[in-house]
């Protein structure tokens, strides 16, 4: 089975501090995903990776940045956090690049920003 | 333009009832895939199947059946005998041929009384 952890359930920051979360898959999978989910909007993508060191922007990256320095791990970055950035983020992978391959997901975590 | 639309934002239904959650989707590709997810109160996003538009056939497993008509650009689940453990929120997803993205549906929460 697929595992996708991510390294906290559950983060409160102050506005202005500089925010890490990380996300570690453990099936070798080339595609990995930073989402933000919000009620009534769904799942919105953030940043995408298919490779070490590779990323593209989603449809909401502003304000956030990546770093994927091994396969297994992609982080996501909040340089100065804002209040608007409370949400829920939610880490996935998937097998292939240029593929519709099934995504699995990470537990979530909740950041509130005060 | 490609879009999912889970028209029911939130199904309220006693146990042992059956319930049908909708999902519509656009898109102009051939070649597409559909998705259902269940994110249960814990968080994590649940993969419970995925369907390429090639494919008509309705699946069943075990209390879930999902029917899938092109006709009517619909992808409809629904689950037999409710069961406390279903209440969760679902998210339906689209995805095509030669991409990663994945467009999702805003969810539908469903919630099974006892």
């Known amino acids: 089975d697929v595992k996708v952890t991510q390294s906290s359930r559950y983060l409160v920051k102050r506005t202005g501090e500089k925010v890490f979360l990380e996300c570690v898959q453990d099936?070798?999978?080339?595609?990995m995903f930073w989402y933000r989910q919000d009620p009534g909007l769904g799942l919105r993508l953030i940043y995408f990776?298919?490779?070490?060191?590779?990323?593209e922007k989603g449809d909401i990256p502003e304000g956030y940045s990546v770093s994927r320095e091994k396969k297994e791990r992609f982080s996501l970055i909040l340089e100065s956090a804002s209040t608007n950035q409370t949400s829920m983020y939610l880490c996935?992978?998937?097998?292939?690049?240029?593929?519709?391959?099934?995504?699995?997901f990470g537990p979530g975590t909740r950041l509130t920003v005060l | 333009a490609q879009k999912v639309t889970q028209a029911q934002t939130e199904i309220s239904v006693v146990e042992k009832e059956d319930v049908t959650l909708d999902c519509v989707y656009e898109t102009r590709d051939t070649t597409y895939y559909l998705f259902w997810y269940k994110q249960p109160p814990s968080g994590e996003l649940v993969f419970l199947i995925r369907r390429n538009s090639f494919d008509e056939q309705n699946e069943i497993s075990g209390r879930y059946s999902w029917n899938f008509q092109k006709s009517t650009s619909s992808f409809n689940f629904t689950i037999t005998a409710s069961q406390v453990v279903d209440s969760a929120v679902y998210f339906c997803a689209l995805s095509h041929s030669g991409t990663y993205k994945y467009i999702f549906g805003t969810g539908t929460r469903l919630k099974v009384l006892a």
């Open positions: 099936m070798d999978h080339e595609n």
């Open positions: 990776s298919y490779d070490v060191k590779m990323k």
């Open positions: 996935a992978s998937s097998l292939l690049y240029g593929r519709p391959d099934t995504q699995y």
